[in-house]
């Protein structure tokens, strides 16, 4: 057991079919450092957890994304699974939640398909990211850098492809979360946006 992440709060945005390990691995390496962990989702309940294809545990929501508040968080985690990320960028409250955690400069760790928050929130345009492997193009188009790398780091946003990168993953996020607020990042999230907003 570290210190690293004392009292910190860290929420995790999932729903169901959410790819068990990326959620439980990270969940267990902040609550190691001392964090506080919540499960953020788009419902009351439980979500389902899947190993791949194939159904696993489920999970207690603490907060609904309706209820959530990026400042009542350090930071954010966002796991993948392919129907957990494409179910919430439909959400409207779940894209802007994470819209919010990128406006206040706040570090967050996003792993395999969850990199689509990041296209669906306008947030990846002008950054470094790694992914699932299918979702490069849908990057690439959204103004991102996307490159294949076990883990990349670009000022408070830590990615990685799949639960084999769980390791530098996890390493990764415990160090940017223990900095804190990422000025860069904020500043970053401006000008996509600003870049969105400017006519072709």
Not at 15 to 20: F, L, P, Y
Not at 121 to 147: C, E, F, K
Not at 157 to 170: E, H
Request: proline share 5%; charged share 30%; glycine share 8%.
């Amino acid at each position: 057991m570290g210190d690293k992440l004392q009292g910190k709060r860290i929420a995790f945005l999932a729903t169901d079919m959410v790819e068990q390990v990326e959620l439980t691995e990270p969940w267990k390496a902040v609550e190691n450092e001392g964090a506080t962990p919540e499960l953020v989702s788009l419902g009351e309940g439980e979500i389902q957890g899947f190993n791949h294809y194939d159904k696993a545990d489920r999970f207690k929501v603490d907060r609904t994304v309706e209820e959530a508040r990026a400042d009542d968080y350090d930071a954010l985690v966002i796991p993948g699974g392919v129907g957990n990320p494409d179910a919430m960028r439909t959400d409207e409250n779940a894209v802007d939640l994470v819209r919010k955690f990128f406006e206040q400069g706040k570090p967050v760790g996003v792993i395999c398909h969850g990199p689509w928050m990041l296209v669906e929130s306008g947030v990846v345009r002008g950054r470094t990211v790694t992914s699932w492997p299918s979702l490069q193009t849908d990057i690439r188009n959204a103004g991102g850098n996307w490159v294949d790398r076990k883990v990349v780091v670009d000022d408070g946003l830590v990615t990685s492809r799949k639960p084999d990168d769980l390791p530098a993953f996890n390493e990764k996020i415990i160090e940017e979360f223990a900095e804190g607020i990422h000025r860069e990042q904020a500043e970053k999230a401006q000008s996509a946006a600003h870049a969105a907003a400017t006519p072709k």
